[in-house]
């Protein structure tokens, strides 16, 4: 059923719980989060134009969760996305949905991935900090070429929890 306002529903997780926000059957924020109104605030005025409904079942974007869970861990790629960006940052998310589960890549590589120079990374730091659909757009598998894990949007740990779960059954 397409509708014009925001559904949302959050789903535990081991990482903790992930709040889903979709329009239209579009996946438009996701983030560790139990409270959708956290996501839900990071979206563009006219995107918040449309309002926000709790539901109790998303569809396709949480039973791709489950599945994602429950090691299918190319369940995520299967959902439509759409988050807003310039022409440079949408090329560099879509390198990131295609950074397959179980590996990593830097943000000089994800920069290049893109098309642009290694020199961009910066840029691709950017579009993983603004990244508004974590962990369908897996700005968690970008790790900063010195070492570590960089920082995440939602906590260290998270991003570990995430690496770990792909690792193990990738």
Known sequence: MTT???????LPTPAGPLSLLSHGGTLV????????EEMFARLSPAMRAHGLTRVDDLGHAARAVRDYLDGDLTALDTVEVSQPGSPGRQRLLTALREVPAGTTVSYAELAERAGMPRTAARAAGGACAGNLIAPFVPCHRVLPSTGGFG?????TPVKQWLLTHEKALG
Not at 151 to 155: A, I, L, V
């Open 4 to 10: 014009t306002t925001i559904e949302a529903q959050v």
């Open 151 to 155: 920082g995440y949007y939602y906590g």
């Open 29 to 36: 924020a996701a983030g560790f989060t139990a409270d959708p």
